[in-house]
């Protein structure tokens, strides 16, 4: 493998203070070396990136990938590549597939896809109960053994406290957080959006902000109790935020993360009954959309993850009732949170950075996140002054359910690198 | 007004989106409508030659019938198409079945669906005419306009009454209906439900909200009382029938308390003994029969409109000789 030199760029490395013009080269897998100006080795692939951002790869810790079962929908291929043209050096699929991702041998062959994809690095999670049924715990050693870099039952929240109690404690032999997608299934019973005005007036069953707070906070408090690492996945409310803050300053060993769409977008967007704008959980209020762009400001909130949830053309083409929730987000994240976070002054390119990159890989003790010498060579070069618009013709995915089509954007990722080599490239 | 001014457009879909204006020229044209289901023969050629489809994956037969009813009288072909649910089953999509039936060179398609925002779906899908005959819980527009029609019929106007609407609003898409047209023609309206079937937020729309049935037949001049399924007590929103009765039921004896005389409306079909005792729904406040002739009259009146019939030629269509 070539070094790679990456010459002249904005240089953000928030874990060194870093945010500067330097060089960086990248030797055998590696961040070799990082200072204002670096000579070539004689066989590099020399990269002017002058004008460019260059910061540590972007993880995203949720994503669909569909495959096993879904792949008409997404494959780990095609999840990847999609990754890496937005900018992602690294995912973790979710194991809600066909089977789900609760043995070993599943595990290894996500990890096996994701190795010959040749995109983004693919970590598995694992399932925290058998087929997701929220019964019994899977083999936790036997799948962190296999790869899994956390356990989750996304897709199918754990109701059964007991269980999640049983996760939180058993996990930490193998040091893996235990994420949950919480929600209270009783009380979202039947919804398909935010429970409120908009609701009532379309006629749709709501799901309460209440039905994700009470889980949020059951799991804090199992949090105190256990004192095991709990990972609340994509948090929608104000409460949710506010619960992770009081538990934070108490010492719950708690990571949250907050999806780009539940920071820029309200339930009004499910107005005319936009498939597009249907997902769990569902867009809420601009009072939440505010306390998540603060929460992630204060870094209450750790990290930006996309909820990558692709689905085919003819599902969304239905009912609102009928269309399953989910949108795509890898492709669109980064440009999305320059426009609407860093553009107007509410988060600082540095801390947009921490929270895709350097937040991700600590709250899942990931390599990556940093550019420190000697870290692995997985880096994102990203132009924070690109426009482009949101088409859904440019898509890697399979699929493109986003409501995000037509936007006008700025920022855009122009080189990603994994393992010191190059996955994409713009242009 | 000219239709063009109106632009009451392709489709109709709801009352939420229509202006005062717009809703009382169907009630106008439905009042000049009525007298055709009056003769001796029943039958004019306003839609004669066009096709229209009647569409509806929920069991229906009041709405389908009057809608049936409407169209014959007009002279219009139509196809009634009930899927049932192992039908749906069999996979096709509700955009190939309307895009099938087009191919098929309708005219027009009335729908009635299970999920709410299915005609609005429908109707930016194909080219034809949607009439929304209920979907979901969102609207049924044309029961609203004959709620409405029924209420100027026998109080001479809408504005300044007081309307409550009594039952099951969360599911409703009846009371959705009823709110919008009454809010526009300048009624006053409330609900008046367990809490567990009232929809987060509805007094935002601009309704009030009444805990007690007493509470409401003191203020109202009209109740409009919705049927109460037999499914939402399996469901757990009420413990037992025969408590909402106890509690929500109108009846002879609550509506001794009235404090005028007040008008009851019933969409149908009824629970009698469940939200409405038997004595008050044949008694001489029932509108309930009054309501299901209009029906047929407004949905004349909404399939001449949308056909693209002017309002002022209404009369002169209806007495046209058939050639």
Redesign the interface.
């Known amino acids: 493998m070539r070094p790679i030199l990456l010459r002249g760029g904005r240089v953000i490395d928030p874990g060194q203070r870093l945010d500067a013009t330097r060089d960086l080269l990248l030797q055998d897998g590696l961040v070799t070396a990082i200072a204002p100006q670096l000579a070539a080795p004689d066989d590099a692939e020399v990269l002017e990136v002058r004008g460019l951002a260059v910061c540590p790869g972007l993880i995203d810790l949720h994503v669909h990938l569909r495959e096993p079962g879904g792949e008409h929908k997404e494959t780990i291929a095609t999840g990847a590549r999609a990754a890496a043209a937005g900018g992602f050096t690294a995912v973790c699929a979710m194991p809600n597939t066909d089977p789900a991702i609760d043995d070993p041998a599943a595990v290894g062959f996500v990890l096996a896809e994701g190795r010959r994809a040749g995109g983004a690095r693919v970590y598995p999670t694992g399932a925290i109960s058998v087929g997701q049924k929220g019964e019994r715990l899977t083999e936790v050693g036997e799948l962190v053994h296999a790869g899994a870099v956390a356990i989750t039952d996304d897709g199918y929240p754990v109701m059964d406290s007991g269980l999640m109690r049983i996760a939180l404690e058993y996990s930490q032999t193998f040091g893996i957080p235990v994420a949950d997608h919480p929600e209270d299934l009783r009380l979202s019973a039947g919804g398909v959006m935010n429970?409120?005005?908009v609701?009532?007036?379309?006629?749709?069953?709501?799901i309460?902000r209440t039905s994700e707070d009470v889980m949020i906070v059951r799991d804090l408090l199992l949090g105190d109790l256990t004192q095991g690492r709990i990972h609340l996945q994509h948090v929608s409310t104000a409460g949710g935020a506010d619960a992770i803050r009081a538990a934070k300053a108490r010492g719950v060993p708690v990571t949250a993360e907050v999806t780009p769409h539940h920071l820029l977008l309200t339930e009004e967007a499910v107005e005319?009954?936009r498939t597009d704008a249907k997902m769990k959980p569902p867009l809420r209020t601009a009072a939440d959309t505010e306390a998540l762009r603060a929460a992630l400001a204060d870094g209450t909130i750790d990290c930006v993850a996309t909820d990558h949830a692709p689905h085919h053309y003819?599902e969304k083409?239905?009912?609102?009732?009928?269309a399953p929730f989910g949108i795509v987000g890898l492709e669109t994240a980064l440009g999305l949170l320059i426009t609407k976070l860093v553009k107007p002054g509410l988060l600082d390119l540095a801390s947009l950075v921490d929270r895709m990159s350097c937040g991700p890989a600590r709250a899942f003790s990931l390599p990556g996140g940093t550019l420190a010498p000697k870290s692995v060579a997985d880096v994102t070069v990203f132009d924070p002054a690109g426009e482009w618009v949101v088409d859904r013709a440019s898509f890697y995915s399979k699929s493109q359910n986003s409501p995000f089509v037509g936007w006008k954007l700025t920022g855009r990722a122009k080189i990603t690198i994994v393992g010191g080599k190059i996955v994409w490239k713009d242009g | 007004m000219t239709q063009r001014a109106l632009a009451l457009g392709k489709d109709l879909v709801g009352l939420?989106h229509l202006s005062a204006e717009q809703i009382q020229v169907f009630l106008d044209t439905a009042e000049a409508f009525k007298e055709i289901s009056e003769r001796p023969i029943k039958k004019v050629p306003v839609l004669r030659g066009k096709t229209i489809v009647n569409l509806f994956f929920e069991p229906s037969t009041r709405t389908r019938i009057s809608f049936e009813f409407a169209e014959k009288r007009l002279s219009a072909d139509t196809v009634n198409i009930a899927t049932t649910a192992s039908s749906v089953a069999k996979g096709e999509?509700?955009?190939d079945t309307a895009r099938n039936l087009e191919a098929m060179r309708i005219d027009m398609v009335v729908v009635r669906?299970?999920?709410?925002?299915?005609a609005?779906?429908l109707a930016e899908r194909i080219r034809s005419n949607v009439i929304n005959a209920g979907?979901?819980?969102?609207?049924h527009p044309t029961q609203g306009l004959l709620d409405l029609l029924t209420i100027r019929d026998h109080r001479g106007r809408v504005a300044g009454l007081n309307v409550c609407i009594v039952g099951d609003i969360l599911h409703s898409?009846v009371a959705?209906s009823n709110i919008w047209g009454l809010l526009k023609l300048g009624a006053n309206v409330a609900v008046c439900s367990p809490k567990t079937l009232l929809?987060?937020?509805?007094a935002?729309?601009g309704v009030t909200v009444l805990r007690r049935i007493e509470e409401a037949i003191e203020w109202a001049d009209v109740l409009n009382v919705l049927r109460l399924q037999l499914e939402r007590m399996q469901a757990g929103y009420v413990p037992s029938l025969r408590e909402y009765n106890r509690v929500f039921g109108v009846s002879k004896v609550r509506l001794a308390r009235a404090q005028r005389e007040i008008l009851i409306l019933h969409p149908g079909p009824m629970n009698r003994g469940v939200e409405i005792d038997s004595d008050v729904a044949d008694g001489p406040h029932s509108m309930i029969l009054a309501q299901v002739t209009n029906g047929v009259a407004v949905r004349m009146a909404v399939l001449y409109l949308l056909a693209g019939g002017e309002p002022e030629k209404a009369e002169a269509a209806k007495t046209a000789e058939g050639a």
């Open positions: 429970e409120g005005l609701a009532t007036r379309l006629g749709l069953r709501g309460p005319a009954y003819d083409e239905q009912a609102f009732d009928d | 939420e999509t509700l955009v669906h299970w999920a709410s925002g299915a609005k779906f979907d979901g819980a969102h609207e898409r959705r929809p987060p937020g509805i935002d729309l």
